[in-house]
Every structure is written in structure tokens, then in C-alpha cells.
């Protein structure tokens, strides 16, 4: 058998679970501009060449729109979602447990599971987190890189600010409820105070569903050796991200190989059973972002994994490394599928 049957073959058997992508903005502009199958069409082949079961689809709001509109641009990207399945049921399907995950790879659809990024949608009313739970949601990451009522997140450079703060009142009582209902708290983007807070208040496996090594990439929103081993000591997993700068201080380091660096490092330290995929990818949305700000950025990131297609690139990369098969399925999908 070659390399690349080899590889193929792994991509048809296993269950590969992205962590985390930020489709659903993408999709709900589009559909506001008239377009139908968005997914089909665009992200369906990428999927599929790729060997792509399931997305955890991020609910992600932009800072323009808060806080007035942030519960009704969430509620379009779900809407828009379930409207794609309703388009393409043949090719698409909700997911909101493991089981479904399993159905999606053996129907040959690709499955969505629903992670809000951010609890600005709540505003601060509590009883939103049912809702929320259920038309799907089943991932909740407290806070995206800026303050909400729920905690601090952490900035990905210095910014002036005062006093950072760990997890609100209202939001240890988020986690209580989150929990209570049966959706796993996500600490990725969170700050180092929230972190520990929510190690001390969440009573169930936690996530980090995008974050690296601060090892490897000093940045605050990576992940210290300590933090990470306090994610394995709650039976949680920490999906690698793939976008540059979360990758490498530098560009000319940011690559597939240091990417993968990155799961050896967390191997090395907390085990092949708290590892996983989050890719973030975010080239395809950089069409919204302005000329201006992206001159701003001190470095415009980039994905080292050009695209989902490109996952039996990184399938190779751990091949080579000395990845077994059984060790590929945990990282690439089945320690995810042991959470959800």
C-alpha cells in the first residue's frame, strides 16, 4: 500500500471531528445576501476531500454588532444552519450528542454540533442558556478575547486596560446551569484568572476547543503546562489550533510542522487521551475584515493547514512522526466523541 492509500484510507475510517471553525457567520451573511446551499456549495467538497465527519460550529458575534444585537445575530446563525440541512439533508446534519456524530459517519453526511464563542448573546439573563440548549447548543465558550458578564477574556497582545477580573457571579452561575443541562464549558480565549476559576466551579470535563502550548507560541491565549494539566485532571481535551500567530511567535515558524510540534507537546505532557483538532481556519473570512484593519494587525494570521481539504496532510505529518492508527483516531476525532 502507498503513502497516500495509506493515508486515504485512514481519512475513509476514522472519525475526524474539527474542534471548532467559524462557519456559521460566514453562511448567515451570505444567506442575507440571497444565496441558498452556502455550505453545499462552498465548505461540502472541502469537507469531504478531506475526510471531515463533524464541525463544532461556532456562534461567533463581531464586537460591531454589541451589545444590542448580539442575541439576534446568534439566533440568525442558527437559523441559518438549520436552513442549510433543511436545503441539503442528504449532505448535512445537526448533531448534539456523540451518537449523532456516529450517525453522521456512517450516513456519509457531515454533522454539526452548535459552541457558542462568547456569552454576549446572553446579555445576562440566565434562562437564555436553555434556550440556547435547546435549538442545539452543546459547547459553551465563555467569552471570546474581550470582557462580558460572564469573565475576562484574554487578549491575544497587551492592550490597556485595568484590572483584569476572573469569572462573575453570573457566570459561575452560567457554568452551574450549562452543566446542569449537559453542555461542556470551553475555556479557549478565556484569561488566566477565568481559567482557574473555572477549574474551581465545573464539575465536568472542560474543554480548550482552540488553543496551543504557551510553551511553544509565549501568547496569552495559549495554554501553560500547568493549565493543561489541570484540563487532563478533569478528564477534558485541548484542540490544536491552526491559525499562525496561536501557532509561532513568527510567521516564518508558523507551519505545518509546528503545528503538529504542538501535539507532541501536549502528549508528552497529559497523554494521547487529551488531545485533539480545533482548527480555527480563517482565511476564508478575512473578506470581512477592512483594508484598514487589517493594516492595523501587528501580523495578519494565516492557517498552516491550507483548508480542511489539506487534513490528509497533517494525517501524514503524525504518520511520520510515529503516530499508530489507534493513536490517530483519539487525536483526530475520538477524544471529542468521548466528551460530547
Request: aromatic share 8%.
Amino acid at each position: 500500500m502507498s503513502s497516500k492509500e495509506y493515508i486515504d484510507e485512514i481519512k475513509n475510517k476514522t472519525l475526524i471531528i474539527d474542534g471548532h471553525f467559524d462557519i456559521l457567520m460566514d453562511v448567515a451573511i451570505q444567506r442575507e445576501k440571497g444565496r441558498n446551499r452556502v455550505i453545499e456549495c462552498d465548505y461540502y467538497p472541502r469537507f469531504v476531500e478531506g475526510g471531515v465527519n463533524v464541525i463544532i460550529a461556532a456562534i461567533f458575534i463581531d464586537s460591531g454588532y454589541l451589545p444590542e444585537m448580539g442575541l439576534r445575530k446568534a439566533l440568525a446563525q442558527v437559523s441559518a444552519l438549520y436552513e442549510e440541512i433543511a436545503e441539503s439533508p442528504d449532505k448535512l446534519m445537526l448533531c448534539k450528542n456523540a451518537d449523532d456524530m456516529l450517525k453522521a459517519q456512517n450516513s456519509g453526511k457531515i454533522g454539526f454540533l452548535l459552541s457558542l464563542e462568547g456569552a454576549e448573546p446572553l446579555g445576562t439573563d440566565l434562562s437564555l442558556v436553555r434556550v440556547f440548549y435547546e435549538l442545539g447548543v452543546r459547547n459553551f465558550g465563555l467569552v471570546w478575547s474581550r470582557r462580558n458578564a460572564v469573565g475576562d477574556g484574554s487578549q491575544f497582545s497587551p492592550v490597556k486596560e485595568g484590572m483584569k477580573g476572573g469569572i462573575t457571579e453570573f457566570g459561575v452561575q452560567v457554568i452551574e446551569e450549562s452543566e446542569r443541562l449537559g453542555m461542556t464549558i470551553d475555556v479557549s480565549h478565556l484569561n488566566d484568572e477565568g481559567f482557574w476559576d473555572v477549574i474551581k466551579f465545573a464539575n465536568k470535563p472542560i474543554i480548550a476547543s482552540h488553543s496551543n502550548s504557551r510553551v511553544l507560541c509565549d501568547t496569552m491565549r495559549n495554554l501553560t503546562d500547568e493549565q493543561m494539566k489541570a484540563i487532563a485532571s478533569t478528564g477534558g481535551v485541548i484542540g490544536v489550533n491552526a491559525v499562525s500567530i496561536i501557532v509561532a511567535a513568527e510567521d516564518e515558524n508558523s507551519s505545518l510542522e509546528q503545528y503538529i510540534k504542538h501535539i507532541d507537546h501536549i502528549v508528552k505532557l497529559v497523554g494521547i487521551d487529551h488531545v485533539a483538532i480545533g482548527l480555527d481556519l480563517c482565511d476564508d473570512f478575512f473578506k470581512y475584515v477592512s483594508p484598514d484593519d487589517l493594516a492595523s494587525m501587528p501580523r495578519k494570521p494565516f492557517d498552516v493547514i491550507s483548508g480542511h481539504q489539506s487534513l490528509g496532510s497533517l494525517i501524514e505529518g503524525l504518520v511520520n512522526r510515529g503516530y499508530k492508527e489507534e493513536e490517530l483516531a483519539k487525536i483526530l476525532g475520538g477524544n471529542l466523541l468521548r466528551i460530547f
